[in-house]
């Protein structure tokens, strides 16, 4: 991504904060909050490759400083709001992305790659959140905060037990924190992002990224490039979304999806009466046939995820 600065843009005048921006997407949504004319403090556990990301967007004429550490950690996540409003004024918008995968099926996976993944994803949303919701009820100010959910969440996702708990959190989180921050003005929507990173790089098959190659040397569209979540982060940052919130967004290439988890979509009833479970063989086929939904535990991500990987 070419990063260019324009005298005014959706973002002109705010101040975003973007957690795990130093590769990837968070990197890419840095990038384009700074392309919209944002202030970007630019928070990452790496702390060099942070400050590579706030000298690009500087290099090009734009305002950002960087931030190391561990964002579940509270000390660092305060300071990130601190930071925002000592360098730039302000603070306007927070995106919750930092991550880790620590992929393993349930039988093979470790305490520490559990309490890792957890505490990474719900506590490093948690904690930026909480410290910039604190800041905008005190300034008596709205703003608007964007996490990072996956399908892996919503849909499940073969041997992401951990990572797919966590983010199924941050979904609940961000509904929850929509509730709660409505009457101050303060907006929170999550988003379920499909692209190629260093993290997600390997769980894509040989054959695919072939393919993927190949259509790049062709110049055609990368529908996997993680820049291509940033314009709706960025979207949903800006003022123009105040009017959205408690949604979650899927987002992958040129499509914008809006999910409706947790909804029921049929029901069945026993005049009044509570259920034996002996009534209920059968009858609990009717909601499969009334909702369209299968049975099983497998979708099409779960099947994809079971042929290549053995974890």
């Known amino acids: 991504m070419t990063l260019s600065i324009p005298s005014m843009g959706l973002l002109d005048a705010k101040v975003v904060i973007v957690t795990g921006a130093g590769r990837g997407i968070g990197r890419g949504e840095a990038l384009e909050c700074a392309a919209q004319g944002a202030a970007v403090v630019v928070a990452e556990f790496d702390p060099e490759a942070g400050e590579e990301v706030a000298k690009e967007i500087v290099a090009a004429g734009g305002r950002a400083v960087a931030v190391g550490g561990d964002v579940a950690d509270a000390e660092v996540a305060d300071s990130l709001v601190r930071t925002a409003v000592e360098e730039f004024g302000q603070l306007d918008a927070v995106v919750n992305n930092a991550g880790i995968l620590r992929d393993r099926t349930v039988a093979k996976l470790s305490d520490d790659d559990w309490d890792a993944v957890i505490r990474v994803h719900l506590r490093g949303h948690f904690l930026p959140t909480r410290a910039a919701v604190r800041y905008w009820r005190e300034a008596k100010r709205g703003g608007h905060l964007v996490h990072t959910a996956s399908t892996s969440g919503l849909l499940g996702n073969f041997g992401q037990s951990n990572y797919g708990a966590a983010k199924a959190g941050i ?88 999910f409706q988890p947790f909804t029921s979509v049929a029901e069945i009833k026993n005049d009044g009466k509570r259920w034996d479970p002996e009534d209920l063989p059968g009858r609990i086929d009717e909601l499969f046939s009334a909702s369209g939904i299968q049975a099983g535990a497998e979708n099409m991500m779960a099947r994809m995820r079971y042929q290549i990987l053995d974890i």
Do not use: W, Y
Request: glycine share 8%; charged share 20%; net charge negative.
């Open 171 to 258: 979904a609940a989180f961000s509904t929850i924190v929509a509730q709660e921050g409505a009457r101050g003005g303060i907006t929170s929507n999550a988003i379920a992002p499909t692209a190629l990173t260093r993290m997600t790089l390997d769980l894509m098959p040989q054959e695919f990224r072939d393919q993927r190659d190949a259509a790049l040397a062709r110049g055609e569209f990368d529908f996997f490039a993680p820049e291509n979540v940033a314009p709706l982060v960025a979207f949903l940052c800006s003022d123009a979304s105040s009017h959205i919130s408690g949604k979650v967004f899927g987002v992958q290439g040129d499509s914008v999806e809006i």
